[in-house]
């Protein structure tokens, strides 16, 4: 299972949005809600478009496989934009006219039909988890089924009002107060912590061949849950992590093996404290980083969006620092350090309790 | 103002992974045949109201086969004439 084509949309600048209900900082490309209150733009299909060139598209369609799928990742996907509430309205306010074409199965099947694929079409609205938990359907499709493309695209409507609203509402964004007041977003830190929202975008092709360009080879994923008495909490041991990791073990991974870990790394105290549970056996040597204080979380796209960062960094010789650390620290990095030979796992969680893994193997230079 | 120009590059927006394959359209071949289907002529009709300031209601009894039809339909209900295919782009695009 090769990763032999991708694209990525992120941004490292933020915006601040201080009409909406809880002002915040996000990583935000204005241009995809530019001419939105004519009702015909949905700003994810534009995010889209920017991993979606007409030159990835027409490669995939000049060069068929025997058996191809396509997956859409699209997260929170019933978010879709809408302020179902409409307590006020904001700069990001704006109705769109097809609803049924917002992050759908319908979208799904134009996406795929601009590929001409049709042996598989799929969407996954597995919530933050999305891009990353869809590395089983990748790995089942092609381990066991004989496909041997997988097309995933993972999109969302992150930067929305209704997305804003809920997790400003849950506190669990940084505040535009909380950032005048010094705090600044990163992980497992004893003084910054928490995350902005951010708008993101990651195309991936999968083969059952490797090429010249291949940039890795997905080795393992699993999903898993765990006992929780609140759907949107995390258990403070880390069991859904835990289980996730478990379940690549199970299906042969070496533990010791894993050099780099990709964490889900939102820097919540609850997720610092259950990733790091989760992690505490996996061996002695790992390094972990989170791509979130740099990019923002971007919800359904974050798993295999972050993934890819990392990869394209590890081949740049590097492992990043999570951002806006205070403490030295070798192992959740305060630091870069240089790319060390190993596997990389990557870790994802979701709203409504779902945690993925999925491990891969660094190829080419 | 080019109406089928106009027609090309709105169809270019409704279906932004096809805009290599999309075939220019003339006044008679039926739109299935340029490469549009039921769901690209509903974006289309969208997009066409929004140009020529046509009430969406009015927008969603459109049923046209081919550019001519489209045409008559576009003259029957519409309030503006954009002043320029740039100008109506403007809106869309």
Not at chain 1, 182 to 194: E, H, I, Q, T
Not at chain 1, 195 to 207: D, L, S, Y
Not at chain 2, 3 to 17: D, N, R, S, T, Y
Request: aromatic share 8%.
């Amino acid at each position: 299972m090769y990763l032999n084509d991708y694209a990525t949309a992120c941004t490292t600048q933020i915006t601040a949005f201080e009409d909406i209900l809880f002002p915040q900082n996000c990583h935000f490309f204005p241009a995809t809600y530019a001419k939105k209150d004519s009702g015909l733009v949905y700003a994810p299909h534009r995010l889209a478009e920017m991993v979606l060139t007409p030159q990835k598209i027409l490669r995939i369609r000049e060069n068929p496989k025997k058996k191809q799928a396509f997956i859409l990742a699209g997260g929170n996907q019933h978010f879709a934009g809408i302020n179902p509430r409409k307590i006020k309205d904001t700069s990001l306010s704006y109705v769109y006219k097809f609803l049924p074409f917002t992050l759908t199965q319908v979208y799904a099947g134009r996406i795929a039909q601009s590929m001409g694929i049709s042996d598989l079409i799929q969407t996954d609205a597995s919530a933050c988890a999305s891009s990353l938990k869809v590395m089983f359907d990748v790995q089942t499709l092609m381990k066991y089924h004989g496909f041997d493309r997988v097309v995933v695209l993972g999109v969302e409507d992150a930067v929305s009002n209704s997305v804003l609203e809920f997790f400003g509402e849950a506190k669990a964004v940084l505040s535009l107060e909380e950032e005048k007041n010094g705090v600044l977003p990163s992980a497992f830190d004893s003084k910054n912590y928490g995350f902005r929202v951010g708008q993101g975008a990651v195309f991936a092709v999968f083969e059952s061949e490797p090429q010249k360009n291949t940039i890795a080879a997905l080795r393992h994923s699993w999903n898993a849950s765990e006992v929780s008495t609140n759907a949107i909490g995390q258990n403070a041991a880390g069991h859904g992590f835990a289980k996730a990791i478990a379940g690549c073990v199970e299906q042969g991974l070496n533990t010791e093996a894993i050099t780099v870990v990709k964490t889900h790394g939102t820097g919540t105290k609850s997720n610092n404290e259950a990733e790091k549970a989760a992690l505490a056996g996996l061996n002695n040597h790992f390094v972990a980083t989170s791509y979130k204080a740099r990019i923002g979380h971007t919800m359904g796209a974050s798993g295999l969006l972050e993934t890819l960062l990392l990869l394209e960094n590890m081949r740049n010789g590097f492992v990043p620092e999570i951002p806006n650390r205070t403490e030295d620290d070798r192992v959740y990095l305060s630091a870069p350090v240089p790319a060390p030979k190993g596997l990389v796992l990557s870790l994802a969680a979701g709203m409504g309790n779902i945690y993925s893994a999925a491990v891969f193997e660094p190829m080419g230079a | 103002m080019d109406f089928l120009q106009l027609v090309h590059e709105i169809g270019k927006v409704a279906k932004p992974m096809h805009q290599d394959t999309l075939e220019h359209p003339d006044w008679d071949t039926p739109f299935n045949e340029l490469g549009y289907d039921s769901l690209d002529l509903l974006l289309v009709g969208l997009y066409i109201c929004d140009v020529y300031v046509i009430p969406e209601e009015v927008g969603k009894t459109m049923q046209v086969k081919n550019c001519t039809d489209l045409k008559a339909f576009v003259d029957q209900h519409k309030t503006i004439e954009p002043e320029s295919l740039e100008a109506a782009l403007a809106k869309v695009v």
